[in-house]
């Protein structure tokens, strides 16, 4: 950076008397010429500023002209504007990608979240409690999660930048309220932000006793992740809309695996919530270790929401950059067990401008695409969240016909001298040996990808005794209906015509369900009103 060379001329006043170590008959020299980078002059400018307020240290005489003091003062902050915004880079883009200026239409989808949540409730969330699904999958869908925001995660190894990126999207540095960020491991905490009507802090024994949030899971995990859990609020256009989440930095090291709580199992409780996941690398952190490659296992399954980020890649020369890169895909082609391979997107995400000699063009335009895929997540959030219903619902319907074929055979089995114990460890030992899953398949709508572990039933029947369920053809009555037949039309029906609705530009209201019945407990004919 360029030196700023000041000459200051003293006739009449000094600009600094220096450090007077002698009586007051030493008189410095008239003249001072000052050679300093706008650094170096702000911290001048400090040290005047607290000398003035006497806070140096006794041994240092400083005295301070007001005639010089206010004009390099004045000279320093136009200084320091002038050298922020030429290496501060154009934001403009973000807001245009993103479509910050036009206006939100969460209002518009109000009806049909209300929609969607009360088809949950009446047609899904029955079968979930009959056959206690939560214990298998450990994921209970609540109200806040229903109508929450798109969920963004961001995830990787310590100091690749993951929170200078939250920053620089929200435009946030050189701020009170800017991320923490550093070349050490600076991020311990699970950090939410979120959209509020001022700017604040909620602690996250807070966040987990909230209701009306979608955090409020998160209590299982204890009270010592509970510490490490933070919310912060702002009023922001882009949060109005998503929810970003800043995580600890994975480092490979034994001792600082000893979190205090269960970090895995809180990233895939995230994980499984999350509608777009950035994983995070920098050049200098491509190795994967003991942390990381479990990391990516938890990541299977959710490919399609997975985007990969090499960060800080202007720190490169162009033929380093191209190793480093093929050094990224050699480190995690054996955690990504797909055909396709996943899109790398190689840029520098924090708020200065590009280093020269770099590809510029090159990050700018990827910046952008990654850009247009969160929009794109943003735009199709009621979409998605119909859609990640509609699998839930799925998966607690595969369920619900493998408890019931389970309880079949063992009551096919049991015979009079029989012994319980030992005729359902049989079954579940072995199950194929009963057709248990085979006789699944070959119901509709079933298929074999979507079948579970059958390990995870062993451990499932473990807890959850045989006899405390009853089979499916006894789960009904005549005001309620069978909870078989409310799951399937739901998923073949009820949700397909919502979904269908939403694309189709029409504002699904209440009334619209009155006339499907949607669930609704039949009117009892017999009745006088």
């Not at 902050?77 to 880079?89: C, F, G, K, N, Y």
């Not at 930095?249 to 600082?256: F, L």
Request: contains cysteine.
């Amino acid at each position: 950076m360029a030196l700023l060379k000041e000459t200051v001329s003293c006739s009449g006043c000094a600009l600094f008397r220096h450090l007077w170590f002698q009586p007051p008959p030493y008189s410095p020299v008239c003249k001072t010429t000052l050679l300093l980078a706008p650094s170096d002059l702000l911290s001048l400018v400090y040290i005047a500023r607290e000398a003035t307020r006497g806070l140096l240290a006794a041994n240092m005489k400083v005295l301070v002209s007001l005639c010089v003091f206010l004009p390099l003062l004045a000279l320093a902050t136009a200084e320091e504007e002038a050298v922020l915004e030429s290496i501060l880079r154009d934001r403009s883009h973000i807001e245009e990608t993103l479509r910050l200026a036009a206006d939100d239409k969460a209002g518009d989808f109000a009806a049909a979240l209300q929609r969607l949540r009360k088809i949950y409730h009446n047609s899904i969330r029955p079968m979930e409690q009959a056959y206690k699904y939560n214990e298998l999958r450990q994921h209970e869908i609540s109200d806040g999660e229903i109508t929450s925001k798109p969920m963004v995660l961001f995830l990787g190894p310590w100091s690749v930048g993951k929170s200078s990126m939250v920053n620089y999207l929200l435009g946030l540095q050189d701020t009170p309220y800017q991320l923490y960020t550093g070349a050490e491991p600076t991020t311990s905490e699970f950090t939410v932000i979120m959209h509020g009507e001022k700017i604040r802090t909620v602690e996250g024994i807070v966040m987990a006793a909230d209701s009306s949030r979608s955090f409020s899971p998160l209590e299982k995990f204890g009270q010592n992740f509970l510490e490490k859990l933070v919310g912060i609020e702002m009023p922001h256009k882009l949060l109005e809309r998503v929810t970003f989440v800043d995580t600890p930095g994975i480092i490979e090291n034994r001792k600082q695996q000893e979190r205090g709580y269960p970090f895995n199992d809180v990233c895939q409780w995230f994980i499984d919530r999350a509608d777009l996941i950035f994983v995070v690398f920098d050049p200098t952190k491509l190795d994967v270790g003991l942390e990381l490659e479990m990391l990516f296992r938890q990541l299977k399954g959710r490919e399609s929401q997975i985007r990969i980020i090499l960060n800080k890649a202007d720190s490169l020369a162009t033929q380093d950059l191209m190793r480093v890169y093929g050094a990224l895909f050699w480190s995690l082609a054996p955690l990504i067990n797909v055909t396709e391979p996943p899109r790398v997107y190689v840029s520098s995400f924090w708020p200065y401008d590009y280093a020269p000699d770099t590809s510029r063009e090159l990050f700018k335009r990827e910046e952008i695409s990654l850009l247009e895929d969160l929009n794109q997540v943003i735009e199709n959030r009621l979409e998605n969240k119909i859609a990640f219903i509609r699998q839930h619902g799925i998966r607690v319907r595969i369920h619900a016909l493998l408890v019931d074929r389970y309880v079949q055979t063992f009551k096919e089995k049991m015979s009079f001298f029989s012994d319980p114990e030992l005729v359902f460890k049989e079954i579940v030992d072995d199950p194929d040996k009963f057709y248990i899953f085979k006789s699944i398949l070959a119901k509709t709508n079933v298929s074999k990808f979507d079948l579970p572990n059958r390990d995870a039933y062993r451990d499932f029947f473990g807890i959850n005794p045989v006899s405390s369920f009853k089979q499916l053809s006894a789960q009904c009555s005549y005001i309620g209906g069978c909870l078989l037949e409310k799951i399937e039309r739901a998923i073949t029906q009820e949700l397909p015509t919502l979904l269908g609705s939403i694309n189709s530009g029409k504002n699904p209201t209440l009334s619209s369900c009155e006339a499907t019945g949607c669930g609704e407990k039949p009117k009892n004919r017999y009745r006088r009103n």
